[in-house]
């Protein structure tokens, strides 16, 4: 929206995988500018990200100036426009770096949400980003009750969220070695011909052991792997019909 309206766009995303889906859907847009996903290395971004907020406080301490007149006016029409997506998983000091160019700035978070150990809480965005107003989405609406019963046992933030009404069979948990991951995914491949298989692995090394063990026992399922450090798919095959990501 912000490209329509002739305003120049960096779009930055955490990982290249990411940058590779996102680049058809921002090529299918229509754009004209410079609109287009990049890949940020995240441990660089972090360290730059820590260096200047230290930098920053340490400065206002010497001053003895508080952070708060630093604070960008959410309602000013000029200056540039940040929005941030899964904005619990950045560290603290990126929202007071936030604010010193004095962006308009709209972020998306969910606590309950957080991957790394370097995030936010709620409060600590609307602490560190100074004067903003804060608006709650209340209630599930990404899965079912029964999915979001099974996820409550591992739940992390404040308070336990309410099940959704939705409706679903129930989620399985399955433990079996490497070569029984194997056999299920097969399995549910040849009787689901109609449906895609996602498979989220720890590391690469079993991303590759698997795309292997599906390969030579049913080449015909054309598996294929994403990595973040690859610039394209790796397939066994030249097409998909089972992506292992």
């Keep these: 929206m912000l490209a329509l309206t002739g305003t120049p766009v960096v779009l930055l995303t955490y990982s290249n995988l990411l940058r590779q889906s996102l680049a058809g859907a ?6 004209r500018g410079p609109l287009g ?12 990200v820590r260096s200047h907020a230290a930098r920053q406080r340490r400065r206002l301490v010497r001053l003895g100036s508080p952070l708060r007149p630093v604070a960008a006016d959410p309602t000013s029409a000029t200056g540039p426009t ?15 770096l936030a604010r ?26 609307a602490r560190n980003l100074g004067r903003c107003t ?18 409550a046992h591992f739940h992390t933030g404040a308070g336990t969220p309410a ?14 070695h490497e070569r029984g991951a194997a056999d299920l995914l097969i399995l549910l491949a040849e009787t689901r011909p109609e449906k895609s298989i996602g498979v989220i692995a720890a590391s690469t090394h079993t991303q590759f052991s698997l795309l292997g063990s599906i390969h030579n026992r049913a080449p015909r ?14 397939t066994a095959n030249s097409t998909s019909a089972v992506p292992a990501s």
């Design 82 to 96: 940040l929005v941030v997506d899964e904005g619990q998983d950045l560290p603290p000091e990126f929202y007071l």
């Design 221 to 234: 399922l054309k598996p294929q792997l994403y990595t973040s450090q690859s610039k394209a798919a790796r």
């Design 26 to 31: 921002v090529h299918a847009l229509g754009t």
């Design 163 to 176: 099940l959704p009404g939705r409706q679903g069979p129930p989620p399985r948990l399955h433990r079996f």
């Design 37 to 48: 996903p990049r890949h940020d290395r995240p441990p660089l971004a972090r360290r730059v």
């Design 134 to 151: 804060r608006r709650d989405l209340a209630g599930n609406h990404r899965n079912t009750e029964q999915i979001a019963a099974f996820a």
């Design 100 to 125: 010193m160019p004095g962006a308009r700035t709209s972020v998306f978070a969910d606590e309950c949400q957080r991957l790394t150990d370097t995030n936010s809480t709620l409060d600590e965005i």
